[in-house]
């Protein structure tokens, strides 16, 4: 029987394997019963590839744009508005992605609410690379704006206090004081805003559909696989691609947002 030090040893290793032998098994499977090369000649898989990557960076972008600034306001007021656009924020997170598909259908979609009134103004979002954008913002800029509000409410009031008695604007005080204090709690929101866009799968299938080069994610292009011929084998060996490239993104966001110090 292990005792109680080894006990605080072993339950974090059995942990880490149940989400290792996953990952191992999938990779072997597709090196062994898949076809890996061939999906990385095929050029429907980099097309999905690709657009995956844009569309996720592109995601990323805006919701450190429209989120920062909402997540800091978030946090800087006390009033009940305030918790309870934070808690809204938070749905997204808990909802199936298909129910985040059905919603946007419902409201951006060709007979949604603002299907007419876009239609008017010659916007046609559904099946377009924009509503792949659309659905991995709203499922995924809720990790960020919750990383960079919790960032916020943690930061000492003091700091910026200081900083305004000196002379500084607001904007330079933000820039300069309370970016730098809470900069951990971005970055880690944008690595996870940045993952989850990257593997949205449900949302953008109802809301932007499956079209090779158009709409197709890598994602999609797995149950596309899956669905096909090519059956497991053919979505294991795009999946294994999709593991491996977004282990080497992942490694490289994660190094450059990490401080230096860290590796020391």
């Known amino acids: 029987m292990p005792s109680r030090n080894q006990w605080w040893i072993?339950?974090?290793?059995?942990?880490?394997?149940f989400f290792l032998l996953p990952l191992l098994g999938l990779v072997w499977f597709g090196?062994?019963?898949?076809?890996v090369a061939s999906e990385l000649r095929s050029s429907n898989t980099w097309d999905?590839?690709?657009?995956?990557?844009?569309?996720?960076?592109?995601?990323?972008?805006?919701?450190?744009?429209l989120g920062t600034p909402l997540?800091?306001?978030?946090?800087?007021?006390?009033?009940g508005w305030a918790r309870l656009t934070a808690t809204l924020l938070d749905l997204p997170l808990v909802l199936p992605p298909v129910v985040s598909g059905i919603a946007l259908l419902t409201v951006f979609g060709r007979r949604g609410y603002l299907g007419d009134p876009l239609a008017d103004a010659g916007i046609g979002l559904s099946f377009t690379t924009a509503a792949v954008v659309i659905a991995q913002l709203?499922?995924?800029a809720p990790y960020?704006?919750?990383?960079?509000?919790a960032g916020f409410a943690a930061m000492d009031p003091r700091f910026e206090g200081v900083a305004y008695t000196l002379g500084l604007s607001r904007w330079r005080t933000f820039r300069t004081v309370t970016l730098p204090l809470v900069w951990p709690a971005l970055?880690?929101?944008a690595v996870l805003c940045w993952a989850r866009a990257l593997g949205e799968l449900g949302a953008t299938l109802l809301?932007?559909?499956?079209?090779?080069?158009?709409?197709?994610t890598m994602p999609l292009a797995i149950l596309s696989a899956f669905e096909s011929s090519a059956g497991l084998a053919g979505a294991v060996s795009i999946a294994v691609i999709l593991v491996a490239f977004a282990l080497v993104l992942m490694l490289l966001l994660h190094r450059a947002t990490t401080p230096s110090g860290a590796y020391r």
Do not use: N
């Open 10 to 17: 072993l339950l974090p290793a059995l942990f880490g394997v």
């Open 207 to 216: 809301f932007a559909g499956s079209l090779p080069g158009r709409t197709q």
């Open 187 to 189: 970055a880690g929101g």
């Open 144 to 149: 960020y704006v919750r990383a960079a509000y």
């Open 71 to 79: 997540a800091y306001l978030l946090a800087a007021s006390e009033a």
């Open 31 to 35: 090196l062994t019963d898949g076809d």
């Open 138 to 140: 709203f499922v995924a």
């Open 48 to 65: 999905a590839l690709r657009l995956s990557v844009l569309t996720a960076t592109m995601t990323l972008m805006l919701a450190i744009v």
